[in-house]
């Protein structure tokens, strides 16, 4: 080992005693963390987070009632520190209201009768949920698996039409961890769920299917390259990117990136789904153009999710709103309905 590598190997070390191998979430490092890196990139988002904080506190003025309007789209673009963030995700996205009409309707659906069949399902996937993290096991003191429970049993009465599928432990499990509050994740769900996401988790998902072509359209009108590439090699859309859309990005982008790409999520809809699969696509244009298989092709859009392109999560919001171009809700509803009419004629 040269001397380079050796003071590059002790840094990191020493960077890792700092910081520490468990994330303010919970997640453990992997063994490849790069702790020097992260450490870099820290010091400087730690700055932006300490204004942006200080912005918040004077937006909200200790209210905890919000409207939307032009500025608040702004700052929730810029980012909302998390102490604020369950706030602004409730009011944002109508779950707040919501959970203010249906006062007890939580705790009923809880004590109310259960499907033995959703029950098993969902106590299956149970111990699924983030093993890498120390919230979800059962060594934990403050262990989230009962409320994870809790929320997705309440959710599959609540929605029978759904009921549970897999992605949907991951999405309650982000919730939980963000809120901390069994009831408002319960509510969250139902945003992302029933209004933010129709039919991503319907047992066609039939809106999850719409939205992986309308993607394939996208990238045809702006990265034509990257969708030769992907038609020369019969690469279906849903081979690569079924995961980014039916997990929201958990477990393929940093945290810190993914509760930044929600705080759009909640605020602006499913359009920020697509602005963020855009960037990862465009950015790397001609890395994914250089694949001459399709292994090679798995292995590009693997790859474009890790680095410092995705853990500098601010510059990488930044990127976006602004690399992207125009996208329009028009352009999208435009698109939709084309890809779901040539889904609903090839099934039949």
Same mark, same amino acid.
């Given at each position: 080992?040269?001397?380079?590598?050796?003071? #590059?190997?002790?840094?990191?070390?020493?960077?890792?005693?700092?910081?520490?191998?468990?994330?303010?979430?919970?997640?453990?490092?992997?063994?490849?963390?790069?702790?020097?890196?992260?450490?870099?990139?820290?010091?400087?988002?730690?700055?932006?987070?300490? @204004?942006?904080?200080?912005?918040?506190?004077?937006?909200?003025?200790?209210?905890?009632?919000?409207?939307?309007?032009?500025?608040?789209? *702004? %700052?929730?673009?810029?980012?909302?520190?998390?102490?604020?963030?369950?706030?602004?995700?409730?009011?944002?996205?109508?779950?707040?209201?919501? =959970?203010?009409?249906?006062?007890?309707?939580?705790?009923?659906?809880?004590?109310?009768?259960?499907?033995?069949?959703?029950?098993?399902?969902?106590? !299956?996937?149970?111990?699924?949920?983030?093993?890498?993290?120390?919230?979800?096991?059962? !060594?934990?003191?403050?262990?989230? =698996?009962?409320?994870?429970?809790?929320?997705?049993?309440? %959710?599959?009465?609540?929605?029978?039409?759904?009921?549970?599928?897999?992605?949907?432990?991951?999405?309650?499990?982000? =919730?939980?961890?963000?809120?901390?509050?069994?009831?408002?994740?319960?509510?969250?769900?139902?945003?992302?769920?029933?209004? +933010?996401?129709?039919? %991503?988790?319907?047992?066609?998902?039939?809106?999850?299917?719409?939205?992986?072509?309308?993607?394939?359209?996208?990238?045809?009108?702006?990265?034509?390259?990257?969708?030769?590439?992907?038609?020369?090699?019969?690469?279906?859309?849903?081979?690569?990117?079924? @995961?980014?859309? +039916?997990?929201?990005?958990?477990?393929?982008?940093?945290?810190?990136?993914?509760?930044?790409?929600?705080?759009?999520?909640?605020?602006?809809?499913?359009?920020?789904?697509? *602005?963020?699969?855009?960037?990862?696509?465009?950015?790397?244009?001609?890395?994914?153009?250089?694949?001459?298989?399709?292994?090679?092709?798995?292995?590009?859009?693997?790859? +474009?999710?890790?680095?410092?392109?995705?853990?500098?999560?601010?510059?990488?919001?930044?990127?976006?709103?602004?690399?992207?171009?125009?996208?329009?809700? #028009?352009?999208?509803?435009?698109?939709?309905?084309?890809?779901?009419?040539?889904? !609903?004629?090839?099934?039949?």
């Amino acid at each position: 080992m040269d001397k380079k590598t050796y003071r #590059a190997m002790v840094d990191n070390n020493q960077a890792k005693e700092r910081i520490g191998s468990v994330d303010p979430y919970g997640f453990e490092r992997s063994e490849q963390f790069d702790y020097n890196l992260y450490e870099e990139i820290m010091s400087q988002y730690l700055t932006v987070l300490t @204004r942006r904080s200080i912005k918040w506190s004077k937006l909200l003025k200790g209210q905890n009632r919000v409207q939307k309007n032009v500025k608040l789209k *702004r %700052y929730v673009r810029k980012g909302i520190p998390n102490e604020h963030r369950t706030l602004i995700w409730m009011m944002a996205s109508g779950a707040q209201d919501q =959970l203010e009409r249906n006062m007890g309707h939580y705790q009923s659906l809880l004590s109310g009768q259960q499907d033995p069949k959703l029950i098993e399902t969902i106590t !299956t996937d149970l111990n699924r949920t983030f093993p890498d993290n120390v919230n979800f096991r059962k !060594t934990s003191d403050q262990c989230l =698996l009962k409320s994870l429970y809790n929320v997705l049993r309440a %959710y599959g009465h609540h929605n029978p039409a759904v009921g549970y599928c897999q992605g949907m432990n991951f999405i309650a499990g982000y =919730l939980l961890i963000i809120t901390k509050d069994e009831e408002k994740s319960f509510w969250l769900m139902d945003a992302l769920l029933g209004r +933010i996401l129709p039919d %991503y988790y319907s047992p066609a998902m039939m809106g999850l299917k719409t939205d992986q072509e309308v993607l394939g359209e996208l990238v045809r009108l702006k990265a034509p390259g990257v969708w030769k590439t992907m038609m020369d090699n019969g690469v279906m859309w849903t081979l690569v990117v079924s @995961r980014w859309f +039916i997990c929201l990005y958990i477990d393929i982008l940093p945290v810190e990136t993914v509760l930044r790409i929600w705080d759009c999520l909640f605020y602006e809809g499913s359009k920020i789904l697509f *602005r963020v699969a855009l960037t990862l696509i465009q950015c790397h244009a001609a890395q994914i153009q250089q694949a001459e298989s399709l292994p090679d092709i798995c292995q590009a859009f693997k790859e +474009i999710t890790h680095g410092p392109f995705v853990e500098e999560c601010h510059i990488f919001m930044q990127k976006i709103f602004t690399e992207t171009g125009s996208l329009s809700m #028009a352009t999208l509803t435009k698109l939709r309905a084309k890809c779901r009419a040539q889904l !609903t004629e090839e099934k039949s």
